[in-house]
């Protein structure tokens, strides 16, 4: 009996070690990111799986795309966001960088305009003359054309924009600038550009809580903030001449319009898709994950980033990802072989 006891206890304490070195060795691996506050929510309902997967601990800090391009860059994250692909400039100042599209979803413009449903037509031009301060109430003509049976209020409009480098603000100011004339000459495309008129914020969420609290605003966010907020958004106007909304279908109709063949590292752009889908909206984009072609972390970046563009998609139909095509899919497979271990 005594030698059963010492037996059973030897093996509980052996089972007791393994048991220690296994939940050391899967909590030994972190991952620290930072950038988008676009892809921020679909990345935090990442992290359990990819812990329960491999025990790899997820850290991201939703900074902004602006602050995951300088993180990057300055080599003090293992890897940045970015719903802005890289500039040539930036590219070369990250130093062998591999940019990867790693979810689909879209910019939304939202409002706050009391007794206006959700939907409210807007087009290119019209959208420009807002931010640009040309268009200043709600019962402006243009608007009213869009929106002939809409009862639309004499209020002031607060338009509402980004205040740090936003991969959002890239998306809305491209589009601006490929649909106004005028905008594109006095504005310009960027994650920082000079805002005509406007209150600025930090983040979806600064944004998103402005609007929400400002009657007579209308702002730019990721349609994820726009759903967890309960916020209306505009129907813009595409090439098609339909008025396309910023769901899952209108997102991946936009992305039907893609080439059979993409390259991945730098950009593949979504913004004002041409005619042939009436659903594309004309501000769907991919967020992009940015690594060091050389990295000490490489093998375990290449498996988490894998998932992520694989298994991961299932995982962001809620919160109004979009999946990644296959020619897109494919190139991405393509891009992680490019990052290797090294410093």
Same mark, same amino acid.
């Given at each position: ?206 944004? !998103? ?5 400002? @009657? /007579?605003?209308? +702002?730019?966010?990721? &349609? *994820?903030? =726009? $759903? ?10 595409? !090439? ?5 909304? @910023? /769901?899952?279908? +209108?997102?991946?109709? &936009? *992305?039907? =319009? $893609? ?85």
């Amino acid at each position: 009996m005594r030698k059963t006891i010492t037996a059973l206890a030897l093996a509980a304490v052996v089972a007791f070690a393994l048991s220690a070195a296994a939940s050391a060795h899967r909590s030994s691996t972190s991952l620290v990111g930072a950038g988008s506050s676009l892809v921020a929510p679909l990345v935090s309902v990442w992290t359990q799986p990819v812990d329960t997967a491999f025990g790899y601990q997820i850290s991201y800090s939703a900074i902004g795309s602006g602050g995951g391009i300088s993180s990057i860059t300055s080599r003090t994250v293992d890897f940045g966001a970015s719903d802005a692909p890289l500039t040539p400039d930036q590219m070369k100042a990250c130093g062998n960088c591999v940019e990867i599209p790693w979810a689909l979803t879209a910019t939304t413009l939202s409002y706050n305009v009391p007794g206006i449903p959700n939907d409210l037509h807007l087009n290119g031009p019209t959208v420009a003359g807002i931010f640009l301060g040309t268009i200043k109430s709600w019962d402006d003509p243009a608007i009213k054309k869009l929106n002939p049976k809409l009862n639309l209020p004499h209020l002031a409009i607060t338009p509402i924009y980004r205040s740090d480098p936003s991969g959002d603000t890239f998306v809305i100011t491209d589009y601006l600038s490929k649909v106004s004339p005028a905008w594109s000459k006095q504005v310009g495309s960027g994650t920082t550009v000079g805002w005509p008129t406007g209150v600025g914020e930090k983040g979806n969420s600064g944004v !998103a809580g402005q609007i929400s609290t400002d @009657p /007579g605003a209308i +702002g730019y966010i990721s &349609a *994820a903030y =726009t $759903l967890s907020n309960h916020l209306p958004v505009a129907a813009l106007q595409n !090439a098609s001449g339909a008025f396309a909304t @910023p /769901g899952l279908r +209108g997102i991946t109709a &936009a *992305a039907s =319009t $893609l080439p059979k063949n993409v390259s991945v590292n730098r950009g593949v752009s979504l913004v004002n898709p041409p005619k042939g889908n009436k659903l594309a909206y004309p501000m769907a984009t991919f967020t992009y994950v940015i690594i060091p072609s050389r990295s000490s972390k490489a093998t375990e970046l290449r498996k988490f980033v894998y998932w992520a563009v694989t298994q991961g998609q299932s995982y962001g139909a809620k919160l109004i990802f979009a999946k990644l095509p296959n020619q897109v899919l494919v190139a991405d497979e393509k891009a992680l072989k490019l990052i290797q271990p090294g410093t």
